[in-house]
Nanobody, 120 residues
Framework: QVQVVESGGGWVQPGGSLRLSCAAS????????MQWYRQAPGKLREFVAG???????DYTDSVKGRFTISRDNAKNTVFLQMNSLKPEDTALYYC??????????????WGQGTQVTVSS
């Protein structure tokens, strides 16, 4: 049993900032990669950022230099700091956490989604 809960979304004006968080809990043995995806109305879900257990990070080109992904391994939590937000960043943001459970399964678990709206 693994639960993933997101928070931190909201409405901001262009140029503003938001910090998303996503925490996993339950029967966790270990966590590997932690990622953020987003889906805007009428568009496919796209990869935004990812961070490995060793701290290696990668981003989609459209957010490089503006977004920063980080993780707190002690709290099984991943963060997404979003600065210089643009209207095109408006989307439902989902976290995805690769978990090895105490029962030995290995799956990627998804958060419920948190809405980010950037408009004036």
């Amino acid at each position: 049993q693994v639960q993933v809960v997101e928070s931190g979304g909201g409405w901001v004006q262009p140029g503003g900032s938001l910090r998303l968080s996503c925490a996993a809990s339950g029967s966790i043995f270990s966590i590997n990669v932690m990622q953020w995806y987003r889906q805007a109305p009428g568009k496919l879900r796209e990869f935004v950022a990812g961070i490995t257990s060793g701290g290696s990070r990668d981003y989609t080109d459209s957010v490089k230099g503006r977004f920063t992904i980080s993780r707190d391994n002690a709290k099984n939590t991943v963060f997404l700091q979003m600065n210089s937000l643009k209207p095109e960043d408006t989307a439902l943001y989902y976290c995805a956490i690769a978990v090895v459970t105490l029962g030995g399964s290995n799956n990627r678990y998804w958060g419920q989604g948190t809405q980010v709206t950037v408009s004036s």
